[in-house]
């Protein structure tokens, strides 16, 4: 499911809901992991909030198990959001320095807008990285360590 309503924290019952196609689902008799077909969302670039859901229906006498893993969003200019990796960044929100654990050697970092411009790039320098400079809003941070590529959210106060 995809909403641009969703506030992002209330019941996401009182948001308006958009059903997604998705093809290559397993049959449901598996515990197999498939990889199902990407979802085209082009229609959402530009929407100021965009959420994902997966919503699951069942009965109390009739409920099958199932698990989502390995999720990524991707913008056309490559950004991709990815939990896989072991680095952390905090704090969430910042004001005027983040913090990366978990990078190995060098690190390049792009503190990238809302809007897809890149904001700042450089080298991380002892774990830490200088946001004071940059306006309050909401940034995407992306940690290029190890040709390995980590892109999360964070917002700046």
């Known amino acids: 499911m995809i909403s641009t309503d969703y506030d992002g924290a209330g019941d996401p019952s009182t948001a308006t809901w958009a059903?997604?196609?998705?093809t290559n689902r397993p049959a449901g008799?598996?515990?197999d992991f498939v990889t199902v077909d990407e979802v085209d969302l082009a229609d959402y670039v530009g929407e100021a909030n965009v959420y994902i859901a997966f919503a699951y229906t069942s009965t109390t006498s009739n409920a099958a198990t199932w698990e989502?893993?390995?999720i990524s969003v991707s913008a056309a200019d490559g950004i991709i959001f990815n939990s896989s990796q072991d680095l952390t960044v905090y704090p969430n929100p910042a004001q005027n320095t983040l913090f990366v654990n978990g990078i190995n050697g060098d690190a390049q970092v792009d503190i990238i807008s809302m809007d897809g411009k890149v904001v700042?790039?450089?080298q991380i320098e002892s774990n830490r990285v200088d946001v004071a400079s940059l306006?309050?809003?909401l940034y995407i941070i992306r940690v290029t360590n190890n040709n390995e590529v980590y892109t999360t959210r964070?917002?700046?106060?």
């Open 120 to 122: 700042m790039n450089k």
């Open 29 to 31: 008799n598996s515990w």
């Open 19 to 22: 059903e997604l196609t998705i």
């Open 68 to 70: 989502v893993d390995n």
């Open 154 to 157: 964070f917002v700046k106060e």
């Open 135 to 137: 306006n309050e809003g």
